[in-house]
């Protein structure tokens, strides 16, 4: 097969990057992942970064990109099966390398799990080609012209891509892999390291091994020439033991390889002044539009129309990491407040239960939206009064800086990306014009409710809820000063290779 000829052959200073994934919007999401996957790539492009994805030709990606060709076939290696290369581009002008593989990636249901919600059993071999992929378009035994001098991995489903590297490919390229959240590390049983084309060797403590056990993830943090994750909190929080999973060693040694680097958020699709999904749109300069939101909010979910309770909303995966056992656990005291509750997520069984129940038993009150609808998500972000994140740990958070942006104060615990990122709303930081939020640090059901007592009270007070309204606002979000921070690390490794 003919092989891709590099478009940066024009202007050779322009660094070459291989961003490798398992998810971006809109192609596949399953959670942040994929948003980070598409708005990243972008504003690196703005850079003068030459930046190309790799990403599993799943079912719904071939769908939504007819005009994919094929440029390269890759050849099976041990139990991981022949390929083909099929190039596109995304709606944002990214170039795309999907990796077309229909016994791997050609299936219902999700990216990692069926449609019943099990894990695929094969998603070692899944991910492991995913990987291999990448180590081989990022060596020297690629077989396209463009080679890039830096390998970003995301995720445990592209971090056994420098251990390939490290094990095979001549004249490879540096390697960085980024934690979105560690406690996903893709750990497998050792008897498929034959079966992934790994050698024994590799099978050590300072190598793929993991207690026993084969870990993709500790593989990447073990191999990469740089590691990042996504705040710098979270950075902090996983070195130690309580967030650390079992890596927090590992880490610490590497920390002289570990940036913290806070997500930006796509600020065209999440813009109140111009958001189509939304009923009013307005800016910090137009706050009293707002309320028309507020309004088609609450009649979209049967909510009563009370001009003196302020709503409070929730857009999440339902389960305990997002700290929704403790807002169960208050929610007769948050109703008599008084205050409405709207939610939208989907997750643990217990907790959809839950929230069903409860709006059941307070349909004037409470709305709970099980699944995920993208619409509903802009309009609760643009019509609540606060937005709750009360999260025992939280890696980055995406949603907080929605809400900052619609002037939608957040409440959250001080955690990870949202302790980087929400002011608390105190009279220092009210002075100081800072404060955008509220925050709350035990772990509690008691200091949730506690902060959501604040949040309530200080909603009462106009001059004050304005002020954090447009404090939040004025925050810069975007993506520009990370993907800055990321170049500058690109750049030094490419330049020590």
């Known amino acids: 097969m003919p092989s891709a000829t590099s478009a940066s052959a024009a202007n050779p200073s322009r660094l070459r990057l291989l961003f490798a994934t398992s998810e971006c919007a809109p192609l596949v999401k399953t959670g942040g992942l994929a948003d980070v996957s598409a708005a990243l790539p972008v504003a690196l492009a703005r850079l003068g970064i030459d930046v190309r994805m790799l990403l599993p030709a799943y079912r719904q990606v071939l769908a939504q990109l007819p005009q994919c060709r094929e440029i390269a076939r890759l050849a099976s290696s041990a139990n991981l099966p022949a390929a083909r290369l099929l190039q596109c581009r995304t709606d944002s002008g990214v170039p795309l390398y999907a990796l077309d593989c229909p016994e791997f990636y050609d299936r219902p249901g999700g990216p990692y799990q069926d449609e019943t919600g099990s894990d695929w059993s094969d998603n070692a071999l899944r991910f492991g080609l995913l990987s291999r992929a990448a180590a081989l378009l990022a060596g020297g035994g690629s077989p396209l012209d463009w080679r890039p001098q830096v390998l970003h991995c995301n995720e445990w489903q592209t971090a056994l891509a420098p251990a390939y590297l490290r094990y095979g490919a001549h004249t490879p390229a540096a390697a960085l892999v980024t934690i979105h959240n560690l406690a996903f590390q893709g750990i497998f049983e050792p008897e498929l390291l034959a079966a992934l084309g790994l050698p024994a060797e590799s099978f050590r403590p300072d190598g793929v091994e993991y207690y026993g056990k084969l870990s993709f993830l500790k ?49 065209v699709m999440w813009d109140p002044a111009n958001d189509p999904l939304i009923a009013c749109r307005y800016s910090a300069d137009t706050l009293a539009a707002k309320a028309g939101n507020k309004r088609a909010l609450r009649e979209r979910l049967g909510l009563a129309d009370a001009p003196d309770v302020p709503l409070f909303a929730v857009v999440s995966r339902l389960t305990e ?36 129940a409860l709006a059941q038993g307070h349909p004037r009150q409470v709305s709970a939206t099980i699944g995920f609808d993208e619409t509903l998500a802009h309009l609760i972000e643009a019509g609540a009064d606060a937005f709750l994140m009360p999260s025992r740990f939280e890696p980055c958070g995406m949603n907080q800086m929605y809400s900052q942006r619609y002037g939608t104060p ?26 955008s939020g509220f925050v709350f640090h035990e772990a509690s059901a008691a200091a949730l409710l506690a902060a959501l007592g604040r949040a309530a009270g200080a909603w009462r007070d106009g001059a004050t809820w304005r002020a954090l309204q447009k404090n939040g606002m004025a925050r810069d979000f975007s993506w520009d000063a990370s993907a800055r921070r990321y170049a500058e690390i690109y750049a030094r490794l490419a330049n020590n290779r």
Do not use: H, M
């Open 219 to 267: 593989a990447g943090l073990q191999y990469a020439d740089a590691i990042t994750t996504v705040s710098p909190g979270y950075a902090q929080e996983i070195q130690g033991e309580e967030l650390g999973f079992g890596l927090q060693g590992l880490l610490a040694a590497r920390k002289d390889r570990l940036y913290g680097i806070l997500n930006g958020i796509d600020t």
């Open 321 to 356: 990491q997002k700290g929704l056992d403790w807002l169960l656990e208050i929610a007769p005291q948050l109703l008599a407040l008084p205050a409405q509750l709207a939610l939208l997520g989907g997750g643990e069984p217990e907790f959809e239960r839950g929230f069903r």
């Open 410 to 435: 957040p409440v959250v615990r001080a955690t990870g990306g949202l302790a980087d990122t929400v002011v608390d709303c105190t009279q220092a930081n009210l002075a100081a014009g800072s404060a």
